[in-house]
C-alpha cells in the first residue's frame, strides 16, 4: 500500500505565501510518484490534526519561525510521525544566525564578520564601518534585510522605527560584494554548486527568489574547480556541524573582482530551502542527476523521528 504522505505548508509566519507555493508543488509531485498525499494547511490546532490523520511521514513544506526553527519538529516527535528535514536542534540553531555561525567557523567555514545587536542600539553612528548589511536574527527569504552602502551617513533609521516587525535581535554583518552562490547538500553529499543571478535587483531579494524571471540560476556555477570544491567542502561541514539531516541549502559570498581566489563567505544554512518550481535546489538537484520527483520519493524515504 502507498504510503502516506501528510504536506505541512502554509502557517502563521511572514512565509506563508512561500510555503504554500512549495507545498502545493511538493503535494502535486509526491502524488505523481504514487504517494498518497494529504495537504495540511498548518494553524495552531495542528498537533490534533495530525493525530487524527495519522502520516506515515510527514513532509514539512513550512518555512519561518514554528515551520524551520525546531518547533513543529518538537510537534512531531511528541507524535512519533517520521519527518523530512532537520530535527529540533539543528532547526533550531540554523535559524538562529547568529548561533549558526559561531558553529560554522568552529567547524572551519570561512564567514563574514559580524555582530550581534538590539535594534534599539542603533543611533546616529555606525555600529561597524559600512558598506554593511543588517539582517533579523531569525527571518528567512531575505525579509528585513538592508544593506547600508559606503557613502551613507548614518545607520538605516528604519532598523529602530516601529514599523520594523522582524524582532528586537538583529545581525550586522561586513558587506562582502560580488556573487550570489549556494550549494544544496542531500544527506551527507554536496550537490553542485549554482550561482544566482538576479535580474534587475541589487541582491538576491524576496522578489529575486519568488517571482519568475527575477533571477536566472547558473547550474553549475562558471566558477573555478578549486573554489567550486571549496564551496561545495564549506556547505558540507556546516551542514554536519549543525547536525542538518536530509536537504539544506548553504548561501555564500564570493568576491572575485580582483583576483580568482578573492574573498569567499558562507552567509547561513536554510534547513527549509524553498521546493517551488523556481526554487533552488530542484535546480541543482536537476543538475545532479535527480528529477523533482526522485528528489521528494528520497527526502520522503529518508524520514524519520529523532534527527
Known amino acids: 500500500m502507498a504510503k502516506h504522505v501528510a504536506v ?3 502557517g502563521f509566519s511572514s512565509e506563508r505565501p512561500v510555503s504554500l507555493s512549495s507545498g502545493a508543488a511538493c503535494a502535486d509531485a509526491l502524488e505523481a510518484e504514487g504517494y498518497r498525499v494529504t495537504r495540511v494547511d498548518v494553524g495552531r490546532d495542528v498537533a490534533g490534526v495530525l493525530a487524527e490523520l495519522k502520516p506515515d511521514v510527514a513532509f514539512n513544506a513550512l518555512h519561518g519561525p514554528f515551520g ?7 510537534v512531531l516527535e511528541y507524535l512519533q510521525i517520521p519527518y523530512t528535514h532537520s530535527g529540533v536542534l539543528a532547526s ?12 560554522a567557523a568552529a567547524a572551519g567555514v570561512s564567514v563574514a564578520s559580524s555582530k550581534l545587536m ?3 542600539e542603533f543611533t546616529s553612528s555606525h555600529p561597524m564601518e559600512p558598506p554593511y548589511v543588517v539582517k533579523p536574527v531569525r527571518e528567512g527569504s531575505s525579509f528585513g534585510v538592508v544593506i547600508v552602502k ?3 551617513p548614518h545607520p538605516p533609521q528604519i532598523i529602530s522605527s516601529p514599523e520594523w516587525g522582524y524582532g528586537d535581535s538583529v545581525m550586522v554583518e561586513h558587506y562582502v560584494a560580488g556573487r550570489e552562490l549556494t550549494c ?6 554536496a550537490l553542485g554548486v549554482c550561482e544566482i543571478i538576479p535580474v534587475g535587483h541589487q541582491f538576491y531579494d524576496y522578489d529575486s527568489k519568488y517571482v519568475a524571471g527575477a533571477s536566472k540560476h547558473e547550474c553549475p ?5 578549486k573554489i567550486y570544491q571549496k564551496i561545495q567542502t564549506m556547505a558540507l561541514k556546516a551542514h554536519q556541524a549543525i547536525g542538518c539531516k536530509g ?3 548553504s548561501d555564500f559570498r564570493y568576491d572575485d573582482r580582483f583576483s580568482e581566489d578573492g574573498e569567499l563567505v558562507w552567509l547561513e544554512i536554510n534547513t527549509q530551502p524553498g521546493m517551488t518550481s523556481t526554487s533552488l535546489v530542484p535546480d541543482i538537484a536537476r543538475a545532479a542527476g535527480h528529477s523533482f520527483g526522485e528528489l521528494l520519493s528520497w527526502m520522503v524515504e529518508d524520514a524519520s523521528c529523532l534527527r
Open 118 to 120: 538590539n535594534r534599539f
Open 68 to 74: 524551520e526553527d525546531g518547533a513543529i519538529q518538537g
Open 221 to 225: 556555477a562558471k566558477i573555478s574547480p
Open 150 to 152: 559606503e557613502d551613507q
Open 92 to 103: 533550531a540553531l540554523a535559524m538562529d544566525k547568529g548561533r549558526a555561525k559561531v558553529i
Open 184 to 189: 544544496a547538500v542531500m544527506g551527507d553529499v
Open 8 to 10: 505541512l505548508m502554509g
Open 247 to 249: 536537504v539544506s541549502r
